[in-house]
Nanobody, 115 residues
Framework: QVQLVESGGGLVQLGGSLRLSCAAS????????MSWYRQAPGKERELVAT???????NFAATVKGRSTIFRDNDNNRVYLQMNSLKFEDTAVYYC?????????WGQGTQVTVSS
C-alpha cells in the first residue's frame, strides 16, 4: 500500500520560512517524479514544484527564487523549502508521486501565513 504523508505545515509569519516533508512508503521516491501542489480556498489546485526522477527541478513562477525541492533517498522523503513567505502562500500543500502508470497523493498539510 502506497502512502504519502505530509508534515511541517502550520502557522508561519509573513516573511518567514518553512520546510514541508513528504514521507513515502510503498514506493521509492527516486523512481518517481515528485511534486508539491497547493490549493488555496476557492482556488484550483496548482503545481508548486517538481523534482523529476532524473534530478531536474521546476518551480511555479510564484515561488521561483525563494523555494527549493529536494529528496532524501536514505529516508525516502521529499522536502519543499520555502522562504520569504507571502500571504498568498497560504494553502493546503499536497505531495504527489507520479510515473506513466501511477499517480499518488498525500492527504495534505495546511500552511497559513500570518502577520
Amino acid at each position: 500500500q502506497v502512502q504519502l504523508v505530509e508534515s511541517g505545515g502550520g502557522l508561519v509569519q509573513l516573511g518567514g520560512s518553512l520546510r514541508l516533508s513528504c514521507a513515502a512508503s510503498g514506493i521509492i521516491v527516486s523512481n518517481y517524479d515528485m511534486s508539491w501542489y497547493r490549493q488555496a480556498p476557492g482556488k484550483e489546485r496548482e503545481l508548486v514544484a517538481t523534482l523529476a526522477n532524473d534530478g531536474s527541478r521546476n518551480f511555479a513562477a510564484t515561488v521561483k527564487g525563494r523555494s527549493t525541492i529536494f529528496r532524501d533517498n536514505d529516508n525516502n522523503r521529499v522536502y519543499l523549502q520555502m522562504n520569504s513567505l507571502k500571504f498568498e502562500d497560504t494553502a493546503v500543500y499536497y505531495c504527489n508521486a507520479i510515473t506513466l502508470l501511477r499517480d499518488y497523493w498525500g492527504q495534505g498539510t495546511q500552511v497559513t501565513v500570518s502577520s
